[in-house]
């Protein structure tokens, strides 16, 4: 059973970074894609950042473009989600997904493989 596990939400302020942390346990992170989604309350799930762990080419959506990045390390089956700049509206819960099949990086219903997630909240 693959298990993907968070870490690294926290309470900060407005301009603010985090750095969240995806382990995965029976699952190679050098294998198909990991990404991070996040959800708010009364809102569906929203693609935020994607890798293909194989080469490392990575998908960000426009509303974090230039503020958050990808990373991985292969060693530890874990990836990072670097959030700089961080904003109010950047506020939701941030869950891990994985898939050794994806066409469509940041669409949620590509993924089969979802941690439990890590709350981020930023105050303005």
């Known amino acids: 059973q693959v298990q993907l596990v968070e870490s690294g939400g926290d309470s900060v302020q407005a301009g603010g970074s985090l750095r969240l942390s995806c382990t995965a346990s029976r699952y190679t992170s050098n294998n198909g894609y990991m990404g991070w989604f996040r959800q708010s309350p009364g809102k569906g799930r929203e693609g935020v950042a994607a890798m293909n762990t194989a080469n490392g080419d990575s998908y960000y959506a426009d509303s974090v473009k230039g503020r958050f990045t990808l990373s991985q390390d292969t060693g530890k089956n874990t990836l990072y989600l670097q959030m700089n700049s961080l904003k109010p509206e950047d506020t939701a819960m941030y869950y891990c997904?994985?898939?050794?099949?994806?066409?469509?990086?940041?669409?949620?219903?590509?993924?089969?493989?979802w941690g439990q997630g890590t709350q981020v909240t930023v105050s303005s």
């Open positions: 997904a994985a898939d050794p099949i994806v066409l469509i990086p940041l669409r949620a219903a590509q993924y089969g493989y």
